[in-house]
């Protein structure tokens, strides 16, 4: 299978006042977040969607994929090496890592890189989505590095943190991060796709579960995650709650303190197989 191979690159500028407004658009817990000395984990996210749209949209030739009932985010995977600064000037680049069947679809995934202008690599976002049903004749790229949820962890908990979702909260993150799709912020448009009503945006989720995860066990510090993965399960509400639950995964092969987690929203696991790495 052959597809467009012009990579996405491009420099960005990391504004200190759209970091702030996106620590508080996801109601990061740390103080150093909502005060805005450094920015939340997932705040690249709004640098990297045009290297996300640039990949996606070149990944496979017209017509490749079909039977697809539906497009959504399936996964993230972040690894960080180094702060991002606010202030700061950002080159990102763009490219892709793999088109895969699965039962459930084809899910792309596609490597989006944040570099300082002197080619310093501060972050990598693994960005997958997933054509629901869709079918594929050639797979190509290499698989996602793991995150399952190790099974023993569930004897080792360490701690849970809840998030009220506001009524406002697709509306404040759709105005810091530029998400502005139509079934978070619309109750018609949401229930066209046959939700009950406006759904949060699944990156406003996942940055919760990073504030979370770096107020339980990164002392309130977003520099010392080095890893922040997850898939996307089911969709959270407005005026509902998020809990987020940790739990002991022990020690990667890279000598790094590992912790699962999970994201429930109203009795139903809307984040799965969560897995977050520290630095020392």
């Known amino acids: 299978m052959q597809s467009q191979t012009l990579p996405s690159d491009y420099e960005a500028y990391v504004d200190a006042d759209a970091v702030l407004a996106y620590a508080l658009a996801t109601d990061d817990p740390n103080e ?7 920015a939340s984990p997932l705040y690249t996210s709004t640098l ?6 640039d990949t996606m949209s070149s990944a496979v030739p017209e017509g490749a994929i079909t039977g697809t009932r539906a497009s959504v985010h399936g996964m993230h995977d972040v690894h960080y090496f180094a702060p991002v600064r606010p202030g700061s000037k ?4 763009g490219q892709h890592h793999g088109v895969k069947q699965t039962p459930a679809g084809v899910v792309i995934s596609n490597e989006l890189s944040v570099l300082d202008l002197d080619g310093q690599l501060l972050l990598r976002h693994y960005w997958t989505g997933m054509h629901v049903g869709g079918k594929v004749d050639h797979e190509r790229g290499s698989d996602l590095p793991d995150h399952l949820f190790p099974d023993a962890a569930r004897d080792k908990p ?4 809840v ?20 079934h978070a912020i619309s109750d018609e448009a949401a229930r066209a796709e046959g939700f009950p009503s406006k759904i949060i945006q699944g990156l406003c989720t996942f940055a919760m579960c990073s ?9 309130g510090d977003p520099a010392r995650l080095a890893r922040l993965a997850g898939r996307f399960s089911a969709p959270v509400f407005p005026r509902q709650q998020l809990e987020v639950a940790l739990f002991d995964a022990g020690i990667s092969a890279e000598g790094k303190r590992m912790y699962a987690f999970e ?11 969560g897995r977050a790495e520290l630095h020392d």
């Open 211 to 219: 504030g979370a995860v770096v107020k339980l066990v990164g002392e």
């Open 90 to 93: 950002v080159r990102i680049t």
């Open 48 to 53: 990297v969607v045009k290297a996300f749209t």
């Open 163 to 182: 998030f009220d979702i506001s009524p406002d909260q697709g509306f404040r993150y759709g105005g810091a991060s530029g998400d502005r799709n139509a």
């Open 263 to 273: 994201a429930s929203s109203n009795g139903v696991t809307v984040v799965k197989h």
């Open 32 to 38: 150093l977040c909502r005060t805005g000395a450094v």
């Open 158 to 161: 360490v701690g849970t943190y």
